[in-house]
C-alpha cells in the first residue's frame, strides 16, 4: 500500500509561501499540486490554530483509531456470535436434549454432577396383563 498525502514539512511550507503573498495558483502550478489542496490545507492549518470552527488534526487522529478499533471489537463480536450459533445448532451425538443435560442442584450450595433421565436403550413391547402404571422405572 502506498504512502497517504503529503508529509507534514511539504504541507507547512507551502502554507508558509502562501502566507509570504505568493498566490495559491502560483504555487500549485509550481509544485505540481491542486489549487483546492493547498485550500484545504489553509482551512485545516486555521483549524488546528483555533481561528476557525471544526475538527482539528489530533482529533480527527483519535477519531480515526476509535473508528478503526470499534470496527475490530464489531468484528470480533460477529465471530463469536457465528461460533455460538453453530455451536447451538450442532446435534448432539448421543441424541440427548439440552434440557436433559442441565446441572440440577442437590441442595443450596452443593451443585450434583449433570443427570440425564434414566432412558432404556431396548424397547419392551408391554406383556398382556402388565400394569404399567406400577411397573418399576
Known amino acids: ?43 485545516q492549518d486555521r483549524i488546528d490554530r483555533d481561528l476557525e470552527a471544526g475538527l482539528s488534526t489530533a482529533k480527527r487522529g483519535e477519531l480515526a483509531g476509535a473508528r478503526k478499533r470499534i470496527r475490530e471489537l464489531e468484528t470480533e463480536l460477529a465471530v463469536h456470535r457465528r461460533a455460538t450459533e453453530l455451536l447451538t445448532e450442532s446435534a448432539d451425538p448421543k441424541g440427548d436434549d439440552p434440557i436433559s443435560t442441565i446441572v440440577r442442584w442437590r441442595s443450596v450450595g452443593e451443585m450434583a454432577r449433570p443427570q440425564r433421565p434414566i432412558r432404556s436403550r431396548a424397547k419392551l413391547s408391554p406383556l398382556p396383563g402388565a400394569d404399567l402404571d406400577h411397573a418399576p422405572r
Do not use: C, H, K, S
Open 1 to 43: 500500500m502506498g504512502r497517504r498525502g503529503y508529509p507534514a514539512e511539504f504541507r507547512r511550507r507551502v502554507l508558509g509561501l502562501v502566507e509570504a503573498g505568493r498566490r495559491v495558483a502560483e504555487v500549485a502550478e509550481d509544485l505540481v499540486i491542486t489549487e483546492q489542496t493547498i485550500y484545504n490545507w489553509r482551512r
